[in-house]
């Protein structure tokens, strides 16, 4: 990210608008290089932050005048990237604020091969010293000073590490007055996984940044500190015992209950929710170790789903099974059947090259049947658009069936999950271990959006993005 004034007319709209509250959360309004006119740019956020799993949250296309906008909902602070066919930019974005941004050209002195991803600097055009992004552009020019020129002379750790914790002073003293809490936190964990990552005793590490501090799931700097801090976490700690193996406790005992008992027995593991993401960001991890067995690792992130309570933990095990049962994102959705209420069969290929919303419920879970007015109200308003399906998992064709008749007002397909054939019924092929459960697909058969996001959880925003009208005579990216 750079501060590139790109003239001086609209640098001085964009300072105007730029960070200011509006009604729709966040508004990002840009500019591109005459480069990129008629392109695409699509915006992407992490879904979480131990797979670092992508969902796509808005595209626009580049003007004639090279203007764009995108728009999305959000509820904290985060990175997001802008991405133009293989260019990539990262912005720290805040609910509430209007952003006036800058998508540079390619580097031609940049050589990328095999059409590889290539880091750009987004422009964030504002006079705002305190905006965020401003801060870190700062910071980052803080951290830059005290290690220049460093490459040119030796550094034995013990000098890195006085760098490090005379930056920690001098950054103390020049945000002293700042408010912004993520900032804050950014520079804390930048400084902590700088000292993670030249090896800095583990202990002083945990002293300074996991002992009582608050586990911040959506804080990117923080999880990449957690990430590098834990990586590795259940091998070495099973080095330390004697009478217990973690291979054997994946392996052969396969228990969540057992791995937790045995990772509690270490005092920087006393907190709960702490001790459960760490056995998640290890489990993650084993997915990819040739020393666990592949099914026994999948048996325990599935019984760790099944039994956590954490809303942030049941995100990052759902991405981790989507991932894992290859029903993510860009994956062709799985074609189901299932029947209507005049036992009709009905499959997703009868949906081909429509948008499609698909549900699970179940009239015994209540949280499922709270959103199924919210698919009502979707159905009006976007039902010429999108197919809506839902499939009831109900053990009993009969309560399926009363269910419809108490509601007659739902007249989008409803429909009963069953099959002859074991395991190929709507809620086996979407791998389900809980309800309510939601999948966008696109007109070509792809998963967009898996997990989809529920309707009482903004999803009509996306439809919002997906569907806006294009305004004649409007510049997109100046009102």
Not at 195 to 221: D, M, T
Not at 298 to 318: D, F, P, R, Y
Not at 349 to 372: C, D, H, P, Q, W
Request: glycine share 6%; charged share 25%.
């Amino acid at each position: 990210m750079v501060m590139n004034l790109y003239k001086t007319a609209l640098a001085f709209f964009f300072a105007m608008l730029t960070f200011s509250s509006v009604s729709q959360n966040v508004k990002l309004k840009g500019k591109a290089h005459s480069s990129h006119i008629g392109k695409a740019i699509n915006l992407l956020a992490f879904s979480d932050l131990i797979t670092y799993t992508q969902t796509y949250e808005g595209v626009d296309t580049v003007d004639a005048e090279g203007y764009f906008e995108i728009n999305l909902q959000i509820d904290h602070t985060q990175p997001v990237m802008l991405q133009i066919d293989n260019l990539v930019g990262k912005l720290y974005i805040q609910p509430n604020f209007v952003y006036g941004i800058t998508f540079p050209a390619k580097d031609p002195n940049k050589d990328v091969r095999g059409g590889g991803i290539e880091d750009v600097l987004i422009g964030v055009i504002s006079s705002d010293t305190t905006e965020l992004n401003t801060l870190i552009i700062d910071y980052n020019k803080l951290f830059d000073k005290m290690f220049e020129g460093v490459e040119s002379e030796f550094l034995n750790r013990n000098r890195i590490y006085n760098k490090l914790d005379t930056l920690q002073l001098i950054a103390s003293w020049r945000y002293k007055n700042n408010k912004n809490n993520y900032f804050k936190t950014y520079v804390e964990y930048s400084i902590a996984e700088s000292n993670s990552g030249v090896s800095r005793r583990k202990a002083l590490l945990a002293e300074s940044y996991i002992n009582n501090k608050p586990i911040q799931h959506n804080h990117f700097e923080y999880m990449v500190f957690f990430n590098a801090f834990f990586k590795g976490y259940l091998e070495a700690y099973s080095s330390t015992k004697r009478n217990e193996n973690i291979h054997h406790l994946i392996n052969s005992v396969t228990q969540y209950k057992d791995i937790d008992a045995f990772v509690k027995e270490d005092p920087l593991m006393a907190n709960d929710t702490l001790r459960e993401l760490v056995i998640i960001k290890n489990l993650w991890d084993y997915c990819f170790d040739p020393k666990a067995e592949y099914d026994k690792v999948l048996q325990l992130i599935e019984q760790v789903a099944g039994t956590t309570k954490n809303k942030e933990h049941k995100k990052i095990l759902n991405n981790i099974l989507q991932i894992t049962y290859n029903l993510y994102v860009g994956q062709p959705a799985p074609v189901f059947e299932a029947a209507d209420k005049t036992g009709k069969t009905i499959s997703l290929a009868n949906y081909k090259g429509r948008y499609v919303y698909l549900n699970f419920f179940s009239t015994k879970n209540i949280g499922s049947l709270k959103e199924m007015p919210k698919i009502a109200d979707l159905f009006k308003k976007y039902g010429d658009k999108v197919a809506f399906v839902s499939i009831c998992t109900d053990d009993s064709i009969k309560t399926y069936k009363d269910y419809l008749k108490m509601n007659p007002k739902y007249t989008w397909p409803i429909l009963f999950n069953n099959s002859a054939a074991k395991g190929s019924t709507a809620y086996d092929l979407y791998k389900l271990k809980g309800l309510p459960a939601f999948f966008f697909i696109n007109q070509f058969g792809t998963l967009a959006q898996s997990p989809a996001t529920a309707p009482t959880q903004g999803f009509e925003y996306k439809l919002k993005a997906l569907f806006k009208p294009k305004k004649k005579d409007t510049k997109i990216g100046i009102r």
